[in-house]
Nanobody
Framework: QVRLVESGGGLVQAGGSLRLSCAASGNTFRTYNMGWFRQRPGKEREFVATISRGGTNTFHSYSVKGRFTISRDYAKNSVYLQMNSLKPEDTAAYYC??????????????WGQGTQVTVSS
């Protein structure tokens, strides 16, 4: 089973920056599609960003595009979310996500425990 451990959340002022980190277990990290989601109280979980297995392709939601950047470090088995120009509406619990293909289950999703990001106005 893949375990995802997140860190880096906190309280920042609008316009500030944070970098979230997600450390993944396993020795096949290069086979994991990785991503970040966020969730505000009473709302559904929202896609933020994803990065391909090789790190070549990334995709960010329109709401964060140009402000957030997802990246991965294979030596550290980690994924990052650099968040700049933070807005109050970015306030949410942020979750690391991994998707990998295994047999016999096929595609399988794993989630971190979440890290809280709060942006004050």
């Amino acid at each position: 089973q893949v375990r995802l451990v997140e860190s880096g959340g906190g309280l920042v002022q609008a316009g500030g920056s944070l970098r979230l980190s997600c450390a993944a277990s396993g020795n096949t990290f290069r086979t994991y599609n990785m991503g970040w989601f966020r969730q505000r109280p009473g709302k559904e979980r929202e896609f933020v960003a994803t990065i391909s297995r090789g790190g070549t392709n990334t995709f960010h939601s329109y709401s964060v595009k140009g402000r957030f950047t997802i990246s991965r470090d294979y030596a550290k088995n980690s994924v990052y979310l650099q968040m700049n120009s933070l807005k109050p509406e970015d306030t949410a619990a942020y979750y690391c996500h991994a998707r990998l293909f295994t047999l016999p289950t096929g595609w399988r999703d794993y989630w971190g425990q979440g890290t809280q990001v709060t942006v004050s106005s």
